[in-house]
């Protein structure tokens, strides 16, 4: 899929299906090998959006930034760690001659010269009116109202039938923060099966179906339980899929 109108390739530090790092090392090395035959000069951009943070502590051999030729830019993003506003995030170039100086867009607001490479010199007020629109839609009691934020999804084409939960945890995650969110997650739980009883009992559905869907809700229960004793008692990682 490579050309010669091919700007960068693009490999990722950390999906976020899974959690998985591709392999960023065996892409550089296919990749010098097509430039090599071609005389073209393709690079490489590392989407280390959650990993970038995590790599480099937990896999110090893990050979995926500068230190693979053709890597020219890294991004990461702020806003998976905490601490500060959604959509904050960095990116890192290897050298100045890396990023083109006709796409840096130079001012002298302050009195000096102050380079910068955004969309536009004033921030959107999008992430407020989005906050707002939710405040309206949800109230201020929701599925968050526990403390946690626990993303849900389907995963991508050809495994689509499958739906995770993705909790991302920090290092000073706790035996008692472990136990309290596992009690949220099955009071949720319990809550949404009290909501599809009453669904079911609405419309008359017949009984085997209601059975198996307290079957259903009993086994999701219990392997939330088994998974998270097993965390609590095993190894601790800086994120858990």
Known sequence: MVDENTICVATILGSTMTGEFEDVKLLNDLLMNKNKETGWNTPIHVDAASGGFVAPFIYPDLEWDFRLPLVKSVNVSGHKYGLVYAGVGWVVWRTKDDLPDDLVFHINYLGSDQP?????????????????????RLGFE???????????YTMPPDVQHISVLRVVIREDFSHSLADRLVADIVRVVNEMEAAAKHTYNTRNTNTHDGEASE????????????????????????SVC
């Open 116 to 136: 910068t490479f955004t969309l536009n010199f004033s921030k959107g007020s999008s992430q407020i009116i989005a906050q707002y629109y939710q405040f309206i």
């Open 142 to 152: 929701s599925l968050r109202r526990f403390g946690w934020v626990i993303p849900a």
């Open 215 to 238: 079957h259903s809700m009993r086994g999701m229960q219990l392997g939330i339980t088994k998974f998270w004793r097993r965390f609590v008692h095993g190894k601790k990682t800086s």
